[in-house]
Each structure stands twice: as C-alpha cells, then as structure tokens.
C-alpha cells in the first residue's frame, strides 16, 4: 500500500476509520481475494494431513480418495483421470469465478504509472 495514498486522505481531512474505509479496504480486495484462493487451493489439495490424521473414509480429503483409486496389480485409467478431473473441478471453478480478482492481485505494485 503506498504511503502516498494514506497521506493523500489525510491531507484531505480523512480521519483513521474513513482512511481504512475509503482506501485501504477497496485497494486491498484483490490481495484478499488471492490469499483466500491460495489458501482454498492448499487446504483443497491436503493429501499428507488426509492419509496420517484421518482414518475414516467418509472424512478423507478428494486427494486421499484419489490415491485409493489405484489398484495394486491393474489400474484402471479411465477411473483414475475421471477422479482427478472431478477432484479439479471445484479449484477450476475457484479459479475461473475469481481470476480476475486473481490477475488484479499478482499484478498489483508490478507496473509504475
């Protein structure tokens, strides 16, 4: 957050709640928005947490289920990419809906203008 944004406000006679509320907050959604896909992504794709903490099946994350998929003598393929593709979906989706929120949010501090 630049310096020069909060010391714009209070030039013009913001007090400390109307800078937060008219500055900060609205500049600060994109990185918000980032933080909170990552942290989805993370949590999404847990696999360590699922195979040693969690013993019941029905509790399991989507990765832990995936990985009971496979077969010990033949894998079945088509089960394998089916799984995967459904256990993508709910991050591409996340993606999808917020990328542009996304893109503002890496992108920010990264051009002068």
Known sequence: MPTELVEAGKIDGAGLWGIYR???VPLSGPAF???AIWQFTSIWND???GV???SDPEVQPITVALNNL???FVVEWNVQMGGALLAALPTL???AVLGRYFMR???AGSLKG
Do not use: D
């Open 22 to 24: 008219t500055i900060i």
């Open 105 to 107: 949010g890496l992108m």
């Open 93 to 95: 989706v996340v993606y």
């Open 70 to 72: 496979a077969g010990s």
């Open 47 to 49: 696999f360590l947490f």
């Open 33 to 35: 928005v980032v933080a």
């Open 52 to 54: 040693t903490v969690t």
